[in-house]
């Protein structure tokens, strides 16, 4: 695919929109969160000499109906990716179940259970109750980061790096890269371990959770709260064999992340992840201007600017 398709491609991806606008979804709150910026993973609250992690995610309704044991799974992992982004390790979850049905609920909790026993961070509480038509799930986190990383503090002049772990397959036919679910829990737990390891060392000091708008709607994100720009060259984009390019730069993978890493310290950073076996690469430059380029061989390409989409 050309740079022009892409673009396309990636502008009519309704998670890409949705990402790409991401300001006015939290912009109603800054009036009442007080001194917590908002649009970072998890919430950052100072508490004694350490942060303070805070966070949750919902499931989409289609995903519960379609999987519901995997959207249980998700509900616990995602949230332990978003405690990793920031430099946190993870301390305990809750669950909000909304039930209509009885088989959907059992899928729900095991998934929750699984990925619980697997990752080693207890589900210890929350909220049940009914609903006659539909089956919801929401997942909230708590963990806490001795050093903080977050999506504000990239700087023009940082590399970008992508790391993802690439021992996985999507799951079925939807956008889910899973390098999760057959893992086994030391390798799980060790891999991020990486992130607050990467803070703590001085070698990282913003950072991302890949989301479900993939790539470049997780960078638009990141662009948003560090109030600068980026440009990324499509050729340094590793991807899977199956030909795809488009699924890619979708997906929402288990283990993936965005990283503003200085250049004295760039190949320190991927060096660290390449002794886990997670592919990483510097990909792409920070910059002042607020837009995101796409650069494929001698040509560039705006994707977006400014909080709007414009390819």
Not at 233 to 253: H, M, Q, S
Request: hydrophobic share 45%.
């Amino acid at each position: 695919m050309d740079i022009k398709q892409i673009a396309t491609a990636l502008s009519k991806s309704p998670a890409v929109l949705e990402k790409s606008q991401i300001r006015s979804a939290y912009q109603p709150a800054e009036k009442v969160s007080g001194s917590i910026f908002l649009g970072d993973d998890a919430a950052a609250i100072p508490y004694h000499d350490q942060w303070l992690l805070f966070a949750g995610e919902a499931m989409l309704p289609s995903f519960i109906r379609k999987d519901p044991w995997f959207a249980g799974y998700s509900a616990v992992m995602v949230n332990i990716s978003d405690i990793a982004s920031m430099g946190g390790r993870a301390i305990a979850i809750i669950d909000l179940l909304w039930k209509s049905n009885e088989s959907q609920a059992g899928a729900l909790w095991e998934g929750m259970q699984e990925a619980s026993k697997k990752y080693q961070v207890p589900i210890v509480g929350g909220h049940t109750s009914s609903l006659e038509h539909e089956t919801l799930l929401g997942a909230s986190i708590i963990g806490e980061a001795k050093k903080l990383l977050t999506s504000f503090d990239a700087k023009a002049g940082d590399e970008l790096l992508l790391a993802v772990d690439m021992r996985a397959s999507y799951r079925g036919d939807d956008p889910f890269w899973n390098a999760s679910v057959e893992a086994d829990s030391e390798r799980l737990r060790g891999d991020l371990e990486l992130l607050p390891l990467l803070a703590e060392a001085g070698l990282c000091h913003a950072a991302k959770d890949i989301s479900n708008a993939g790539i470049f709607g997780t960078l638009m994100m990141f662009l948003e709260c560090s109030q600068i720009g980026a440009s990324v060259c499509l050729d340094k984009l590793f991807r899977p064999n199956d030909g795809d390019f488009i699924r890619w730069l979708t997906a929402f993978p288990s283990f993936g992340f965005l990283l503003a890493i200085e250049a004295s310290k760039v190949s320190d950073v991927v060096s660290l992840f390449h002794q886990r076996d997670i592919a990483c690469a510097s990909v792409g430059m920070f910059h002042t201007i607020k837009e995101l380029n796409l650069i494929q061989g001698n040509e560039q390409l705006t994707l977006w600017r400014d909080g709007q989409l414009v390819s």
